[in-house]
Protein backbone atom coordinates (compact mmCIF):
# COMPACT_ATOMS: atom_id res chain seq x y z
CA UNK A 1 0.00 0.00 0.00
CA UNK A 2 1.38 3.67 -0.43
CA UNK A 3 2.68 5.67 1.94
CA UNK A 4 0.01 8.17 1.14
CA UNK A 5 -2.77 6.01 1.89
CA UNK A 6 -0.99 5.01 5.52
CA UNK A 7 -0.87 8.85 6.23
CA UNK A 8 -5.05 9.35 5.77
CA UNK A 9 -5.77 5.62 7.17
CA UNK A 10 -3.89 6.10 10.69
CA UNK A 11 -5.31 9.52 11.46
CA UNK A 12 -9.24 8.70 10.41
CA UNK A 13 -8.59 5.08 12.58
CA UNK A 14 -7.50 6.76 15.63
CA UNK A 15 -10.51 9.44 14.82
CA UNK A 16 -12.62 6.84 15.37
CA UNK A 17 -11.32 5.22 18.15
CA UNK A 18 -11.25 8.24 20.19
CA UNK A 19 -14.81 9.14 19.64
CA UNK A 20 -15.65 5.76 20.14
CA UNK A 21 -13.86 5.43 24.09
CA UNK A 22 -15.75 9.28 24.40
CA UNK A 23 -19.07 7.67 23.73
CA UNK A 24 -18.32 5.12 25.88
CA UNK A 25 -17.27 7.00 28.47
CA UNK A 26 -20.23 9.62 28.80
CA UNK A 27 -23.03 7.51 27.81
CA UNK A 28 -22.95 5.46 31.03
CA UNK A 29 -22.43 8.94 32.79
CA UNK A 30 -25.84 9.84 31.59
CA UNK A 31 -27.50 6.87 31.80
CA UNK A 32 -26.31 7.01 35.66
CA UNK A 33 -27.79 10.12 35.84
CA UNK A 34 -31.17 9.25 34.47
CA UNK A 35 -31.80 6.42 37.02
CA UNK A 36 -30.77 8.54 39.76
CA UNK A 37 -33.13 11.10 38.87
CA UNK A 38 -35.91 8.56 38.32
CA UNK A 39 -34.89 7.12 41.75
CA UNK A 40 -33.33 3.65 40.83
CA UNK A 41 -30.18 2.39 41.36
CA UNK A 42 -26.97 3.80 39.19
CA UNK A 43 -25.68 0.13 38.52
CA UNK A 44 -28.47 -1.99 37.67
CA UNK A 45 -31.87 0.07 38.07
CA UNK A 46 -33.36 -1.41 40.77
CA UNK A 47 -36.14 0.96 41.91
CA UNK A 48 -35.01 2.22 45.79
CA UNK A 49 -38.23 3.95 46.14
CA UNK A 50 -38.78 3.25 49.88
CA UNK A 51 -34.93 2.19 50.42
CA UNK A 52 -33.92 3.81 53.70
CA UNK A 53 -30.53 1.41 53.89
CA UNK A 54 -28.48 3.41 51.63
CA UNK A 55 -27.33 0.27 49.57
CA UNK A 56 -29.12 -1.47 46.88
CA UNK A 57 -30.83 -5.05 47.61
CA UNK A 58 -30.10 -6.18 43.97
CA UNK A 59 -26.80 -5.38 43.54
CA UNK A 60 -24.69 -4.21 46.80
CA UNK A 61 -24.11 -0.81 44.98
CA UNK A 62 -24.05 2.42 47.83
CA UNK A 63 -27.01 4.76 47.18
CA UNK A 64 -26.15 8.21 46.47
CA UNK A 65 -28.10 10.66 46.86
ZN1 LIG B 1 -28.37 -2.02 42.10
Redesign the pocket.
Known sequence: MDLIWWLFLVPVVVGVIVVIVQFHRVVPVSEQQRLKDAGC?H??G?DLQGNESGV?P??G?VIRR
Open positions: CQCYCECA
